[in-house]
Structures are given as structure tokens and as C-alpha cells.
């Protein structure tokens, strides 16, 4: 069928050509310009009609319902009213678990070397609430005071310190801090055996500078502050006993909170769950911490958290603020949502910025698959140790495959300020 708004005699033109032998001849060639003109001509004229129909009374409530409902929850009152809830609320049941719990009431057969076992990490969630309560306290305080003062006080001005000072004052507390941990490193070793992990991560480190994009660029400081945090962690960890017992009593907290997950399987899949170890056990866990994570992240308790620890990171290596929290975000959440921190910077990051989120990404697992893995019987506490000395580590040796050679677009002030959507 032919196109009625096509005019085969408008679309020709002559044009002229030679045959086999050279004598010019006038032929007719089609003009796809005006072609492509009329189809889109064609295509702007068509119109989709709106189907007819009457008003669904019941659909009319609904939407009106639903609007007056948004705007109800909206109202500044309403946000007070949830604040006003929770502070009278809290006390009271905080007043009421310090009462049963009774956590201060210190057994008398106690004594210097088992008070750490049977009364600090042990059996004690009245403790545990005081202190985590505390410390919520002080930093909700912390913020408070800084937000209305902060602008009033200059601390740099009050230290007046010289440019000389502030840039060689770090390099001062890293040689302290590497040569305590040196001269720990010679008390602690009792077998020269072990000396091998050492000559191991030198080896690596060296072969990471030889192949590093930019060797005249490699950022010492991040370097050694990186490899010296895992450092202080391990010793920390494995050879302090506050440190040990610390890190296990966490591990045990968050498998008995993900085991709580076991009571929603047995009401869904019966008392038999547990013989479908993989679908019935391990991923019901997945989805429970997931859904915690992201509560909490809706909330904005996740990136309060990391925004502290981040930096920390960034006074201490020296890294960017963008790379620090996507490092630090890793540890918790996964490499798909932690860059959502950062996200309005991903498009103005430098390449060695992309790449050490990458690095971080790799580097250690996300909430969700360290719960599967917790759910699979390993043991927590060598979780949570791993994912936290990965964060460093991974800064670490990006900023040494790949320096930066380019100022960042980013600061402290504008990431606080990124209004991020819940994962």
C-alpha cells in the first residue's frame, strides 16, 4: 500500500551519471531526506485517543484518603510529636531494664582476672545498654554542640599553628606510633618464624610500587598509616585480652540477633527448616539483615556512623573524604550500595578515586553475605575483624597501584549535606 503523503516524482532528482562507454546519462535518484521528513511528519500527527470512562467512586476515596494522609504526616508537628514519644518513652524503659538487670550489683566472688569474663562480656545486657546509651548520648551531644558553636569558635586561628607545623605534625605521631609498634613487634616475637608474614607483606608491597602507574606519586603517608592500622588492629585483637574477649562478645551479639531469624523460618516453613540448610536457614538471614541495614540507613543511623569513622580515616591517611567513606562503607554495606554515600561526587571523582572504591569494593564482603556466612557456622568475631582491617588495607595499596595526580572536587561539608534514598 502506497503512502499518500508520498510523492514518488517530488522525492527524485535528476541527476547525471555515465555508462560503460562515457556518454552522460540522465537518471532520477531518490532523495532520502525528504523521506525521513515526511515519516516524521506522519508520526507527529498521530494522536492516541484517552479511553472513556466513568469515575470509580471507591478509587476517588482512595486517592483522597491517601493525600490527606501525606499531608497529615507531613506537618512539622508530626515529627516533634515522634521525638516527644521516643524521649519519654526511652527513659522509662531504660529506668525499668536497669532495675531488673541490675548491672552494676558486682558479684563479690569476682576478682581483677575474671571480671572481664563473668561480668564485662558476659551475661550482662543491662551493662550493655548503659553504655551504648552513653555513648549514643555523648555524640548526639557532640553534635548538637557543634552545629551551634562551631561557627563562632575557629580553631585554627585559636592554635595558630604554622603551615611548617601542620604538615610535619602528622609525619610526627606516624614515627611515634611505628616505633612503639616496632619495638612491640621486637618484645612480642618468640619465634623468628614469624618474621616470614612480614618478609610476605614487604614482598607485596614492593611489587605493588613496581607496578604502580605513578611511582613518583605514591602517597607515603596513606601507605604506611594503612599497613600500621592493620597492624594495631591485629595486636588489638589477637594479642590483647580485653581486645580478644571484646571482639568475641560482639561476634556472639550478632549471631544471637541474626538467630532471631530462625523464629520467623519456623513460623513460614515449619519445624523442619532447618533440613533445607541453604534456602530455609542461610537466606531468610540474608533478607533479615538486609532489611535491618536498610532501615537504618533510611534513618540515617548508617551514615552517621560511618561519616565518624571515615574521618578518622581521611585525618589519619590522608585520603579523600569521597574514598574514605566508600572505603569504610564497604565493611557494612555492599559494593552497590555503598558508592550511594558518594554518589553525587561519582561523576567529578579522579580515576585513582574510582579506583581505590573499586579496591574497597573487592575488598571485603557486605552485610548481607557476611550474614550468610555467620549463618554457615563461621565464626563472627573473625568476620567483623577481617572486614575492619580490609578498610585501611585497601586504601592503602589503591593509593599505591594508582596515586593521585589530581585535586578532588569533594569536601567533609558537601558529603554530610548528600541526601541519600535508603538502599
Not at 605521631?173 to 612480614?198: A, E, F, M, P
Not at 607496578?211 to 604506611?224: C, G, K
Not at 571482639?247 to 519445624?271: H, P
Not at 569536601?411 to 548528600?418: L, S
Request: glycine content about 4%; some cysteine; charged content about 15%.
Amino acid at each position: 500500500m502506497e503512502n499518500p503523503n508520498f510523492n514518488s516524482d517530488s522525492n527524485r532528482e535528476l541527476e547525471t551519471m555515465f555508462d560503460i562507454n562515457g556518454n552522460p546519462v540522465a537518471v532520477k535518484t531518490i532523495n532520502y531526506e525528504i523521506e525521513k521528513e515526511n515519516e516524521k511528519n506522519i508520526d507527529a500527527e498521530i494522536e492516541h485517543e484517552d479511553l472513556f470512562s466513568e469515575e470509580n467512586a471507591f478509587g476517588l476515596m482512595i486517592i483522597k484518603t491517601r493525600t490527606s494522609l501525606y499531608e497529615f504526616l507531613t506537618k512539622p508537628i508530626i515529627k516533634y510529636i515522634i521525638y516527644g514519644t521516643i524521649l519519654i518513652l526511652y527513659p522509662v524503659y531504660f529506668g525499668f531494664s536497669i532495675k531488673l538487670q541490675k548491672p552494676f550489683a558486682i558479684p563479690r566472688d569476682l576478682n581483677s582476672s575474671t571480671i572481664i569474663d563473668d561480668y564485662i562480656f558476659s551475661n550482662n545486657p543491662g551493662l550493655a545498654l548503659f553504655i551504648l546509651s552513653i555513648v549514643v548520648c555523648l555524640f548526639f551531644g557532640w553534635e548538637i554542640l557543634k552545629k551551634k558553636f562551631s561557627h563562632q569558635i575557629d580553631f585554627k586561628s585559636k592554635l595558630n599553628l604554622s603551615p611548617r607545623i601542620e604538615k610535619i605534625s602528622p609525619w610526627i605521631v606516624i614515627g611515634l606510633v611505628t616505633l612503639l609498634s616496632i619495638s612491640y613487634l621486637i618484645y612480642d616475637l618468640k619465634d623468628y618464624r614469624n618474621l616470614i608474614s612480614l618478609l610476605g607483606l614487604s614482598v607485596f608491597i614492593m611489587i605493588c610500587i613496581f607496578i604502580s602507574e605513578h611511582p613518583s606519586r605514591i602517597n607515603i603517608r596513606a601507605l604506611i598509616v594503612g599497613i600500621l592500622i592493620q597492624y594495631i588492629l591485629g595486636v588489638f585483637i589477637l594479642r590483647l585480652e580485653f581486645g580478644y574477649r571484646m571482639f568475641q562478645f560482639l561476634g556472639s551479639q550478632v549471631s544471637t540477633f541474626l538467630d532471631y531469624t530462625d523464629n520467623g523460618s519456623r513460623l513460614v516453613f515449619g519445624e523442619h527448616f532447618a533440613d533445607h540448610f541453604f534456602a530455609f536457614k542461610a537466606m531468610p538471614v540474608v533478607i533479615f539483615f538486609s532489611a535491618i541495614v536498610n532501615i537504618l540507613y533510611y534513618f540515617g543511623a548508617i551514615q552517621f556512623i560511618l561519616l565518624k569513622i571515615a574521618w578518622m580515616m581521611n585525618f589519619f591517611m590522608g585520603t579523600s573524604p569521597t574514598e574514605s567513606v566508600n572505603s569504610v562503607a564497604n565493611v557494612f554495606l555492599g559494593p552497590s550500595e555503598a558508592p550511594l554515600l558518594i554518589k553525587p561526587f561519582l561523576s567529578k571523582m579522579t580515576e585513582s578515586e574510582l579506583f581505590a572504591v573499586m579496591c574497597a569494593a573487592f575488598s571485603t564482603v557486605s552485610g548481607s553475605v557476611l550474614a550468610a556466612y555467620i549463618g554457615f557456622g563461621v565464626a563472627p568475631d573473625h568476620l567483623i575483624t577481617a572486614g575492619l582491617m580490609s578498610a585501611p588495607a585497601s586504601l592503602a595499596i589503591a593509593k599505591t597501584l594508582f596515586p593521585e595526580t589530581k585535586k578532588t572536587h569533594a569536601d567533609w561539608e558537601a558529603i554530610r549535606n548528600v541526601k541519600t534514598k535508603y538502599v
